[in-house]
């Protein structure tokens, strides 16, 4: 039986369940709030017309990138009532702090300075940062080995704790293609390695559908050590044909073993923001955005 029609009769037998009152379950009082990457919005025009388009499909929160307007970032935010879930490091990409000279390393740690200080203004709690990237990573090539990222990724998120700490808004990090934490336990022992209370985990759903770990077992291993969730499905079959590998399908149309996930959140105690990450087409306006609303409904209630 593959995942979807697992699901599908799955959910044949919930709706069978809640029709006998006997056999019915309570449903888990989750407290999470519904937040939509800004990049990650489709909908052409300003930042107040896409936060105002946000609101109007029933999302809650936005998660900024750095560097960005931020009085316009603020002016958009009070206008729509959107609170910011996080703010997404603008340049940890282009700027890795597990570069191998020390120029580059210093652009990355100027620029996730500057995304805390971003955050504290919006009253955001969280900054998202991809702490590095290693050779053979599939989002973009890397320069450096596993143990090089690993010593001068931390090296570099040392600096910027006292910040973090002064603005009380915590370092999350990602994990992302990066080839660089790719199994739980190597995301514990990362933040075991920083041994701060300032820096935490930014869990990506979808991101580990095709790490041999599913994204449950990463959730019951990182427990309370996270932060935020980027909420977002996978497909397991390798692209092909007319498939594009950065084609990600809908929520609730993947093959992420969402009651699972649900169920593992729940252990872990995770209550806050929830962000979508998914591709520009799915929120391209109010209408399709409130289908994504409508899907994390369906599955915070599983």
């Not at 593992?264 to 806050?272: E, H, P, Q, V």
Request: hydrophobic share 45%; net charge neutral; glycine share 8%.
């Amino acid at each position: 039986m593959n995942r979807r029609t697992f699901l599908s009769v799955g959910a044949g037998a919930t709706a069978a369940a809640f029709a006998s009152p006997a056999l019915a379950a309570p449903t888990p009082k989750r407290k999470l709030r519904k937040a939509i990457m800004y990049s990650t919005i489709g909908v052409k025009g300003s930042v107040l017309e896409k936060f105002r388009a946000m609101k109007a499909a029933g999302f809650e929160g936005v998660e900024p990138m750095g560097a960005m307007n931020r009085d316009e970032v603020l002016a958009a935010l009070k206008d729509t009532g959107l609170h910011a879930a996080s703010v997404c490091d603008h340049i940890h990409w282009v700027k890795p702090l597990s570069a191998p000279d020390e120029a580059t390393r210093q652009l990355g740690l100027d620029g996730l300075i500057h995304s805390l200080h971003d955050a504290k203004a919006y009253g955001a709690g969280s900054v998202l940062l991809v702490p590095g990237i290693v050779r053979g990573a599939s989002v973009r090539p890397g320069d450096s080995t596993y143990e090089e990222c690993w010593e001068r990724s931390i090296a570099e998120i040392r600096k910027a704790i006292p910040v973090a700490k002064d603005l009380g808004v915590k370092i999350s990090i990602e994990n992302v293609g990066n080839n660089f934490i790719n199994a739980p336990q190597q995301a514990v022992d990362y933040l075991d390695a920083i041994n701060s209370e300032w820096v935490g985990f930014h869990f990506d759903i979808g991101n580990v559908g095709r790490t041999g770990h599913p994204a449950e077992k990463w959730i019951d291993t990182i427990g309370k050590r996270i932060v935020r969730i980027h909420v977002k499905d996978f497909r397991a079959a390798p692209a092909t044909g007319t498939t594009k590998a950065a084609d990600r399908p809908k929520l609730l149309e993947g093959d992420t073993n969402w009651p699972a996930v649900m169920a593992a959140l729940d252990r872990a105690g995770y209550s806050g923001w929830a962000i979508t990450e998914q591709p520009g087409n799915q929120a391209a306006d109010v209408e399709t955005a409130r289908d994504m609303v409508q899907r994390l409904d369906r599955i915070f209630a599983l």
